[in-house]
C-alpha cells in the first residue's frame, strides 16, 4: 500500500448502508469491502450492539477481516481483531439519572396509541439505551409498516423534541436511528466518538444513509467532511 493511501480511511454505517435494515450484507458488498481494504484502511461504525453488527456482517470472522470495527457508535471498539477501548454508559450517567430517563420513557410510550406495539421498547446497550415505540421483537413487516407510519406522524421525531425538553440539563443527546428506534446517549457519544481512534489518518470518507440533523450520522458527515 502506498503512503499516500496509508493516510485515507473509508469508514461505513452499517445498517441501511452495507446492508438494507437489520439485514445480512450481500457476498458482492462483503466482496466490495474485501477489494477496497486492498486499496486504503477501512472502518464500519453502527449504533447497534457487537452480536447485532457481527450477524450483519456475516458472523465474527467476517466482521474482524475488516481493519477498524465500532459497535455502538464506537464505545466499544476493535482493531484488527483486538479490542482497544469499551465504555459504560452506567459509569457515565449514574443510577439515578438513568432511573428518572428509564421512567420517563416508560410512562411516555404507554400514552401513545400506535397500529401496533410489540416488545422491547426500551433495549440497555453499553453505550446507549435504544428506544422503539414500537417495540424490537416486531417482525420485519411490522418493522416497515413502522417506519412508513412514522414518515407520516412524526411519532419519533416528537419524541426526540419532548425528551430533549425534559432532559436539557442532563448531557445527552437524542437521535432517530434506523427505522423503528430513538438512540439515547452522553452528550459527545455520538458516532463522532469513533475518530478518536482513527488520528492516524489524514483523509477519513464516510459513507451513511442518513445526514439530516436529527440522526447522529448527520454529525460525523458533518465532522469527517470538514
Not at 432517530?176 to 478518536?196: E, M, V
Request: hydrophobic share 40%.
Amino acid at each position: 500500500m502506498s503512503q499516500k493511501l496509508d493516510s485515507v480511511a473509508c469508514l461505513f454505517d452499517v445498517d441501511g448502508t452495507l446492508t438494507k435494515p437489520r439485514q445480512k450484507i450481500t457476498a458482492d458488498m462483503y466482496e466490495c469491502l474485501m477489494r477496497l481494504q486492498e486499496k486504503v484502511n477501512v472502518g464500519v461504525v453502527g449504533g447497534s450492539d457487537l452480536n447485532k453488527i457481527s450477524e450483519q456482517m456475516g458472523g465474527a470472522n467476517a466482521l474482524h477481516k475488516i481493519k477498524h470495527v465500532f459497535s455502538e457508535n464506537g464505545l466499544v471498539a476493535f482493531r484488527e481483531g483486538e479490542l482497544i477501548s469499551r465504555m459504560d454508559i452506567t459509569v457515565e450517567l449514574g443510577e439515578e439519572l438513568l432511573q428518572k430517563l428509564i421512567n420517563f420513557i416508560l410512562r411516555y410510550l404507554s400514552e401513545i396509541k400506535l397500529p401496533l406495539k410489540r416488545g422491547t421498547f426500551v433495549e440497555f446497550r453499553k453505550g446507549m439505551l435504544n428506544v422503539s415505540p414500537v417495540g424490537r421483537s416486531c417482525s420485519q413487516a411490522e418493522r416497515e409498516a413502522f417506519f412508513e407510519y412514522d414518515k407520516v406522524h412524526k411519532i419519533r421525531e416528537k419524541m426526540v423534541d419532548t425528551l430533549k425538553k425534559e432532559f436539557a440539563n442532563d448531557n445527552l443527546e437524542f437521535s432517530i436511528g434506523g427505522q423503528i428506534s430513538i438512540d439515547i446517549f452522553p452528550t459527545g457519544w455520538n458516532k463522532c466518538f469513533c475518530l478518536q481512534f482513527l488520528t492516524d489518518y489524514n483523509t477519513i470518507h464516510f459513507f451513511g444513509d442518513k445526514t439530516m440533523p436529527v440522526s447522529f450520522k448527520h454529525s460525523l458527515s458533518a465532522v469527517s467532511s470538514r
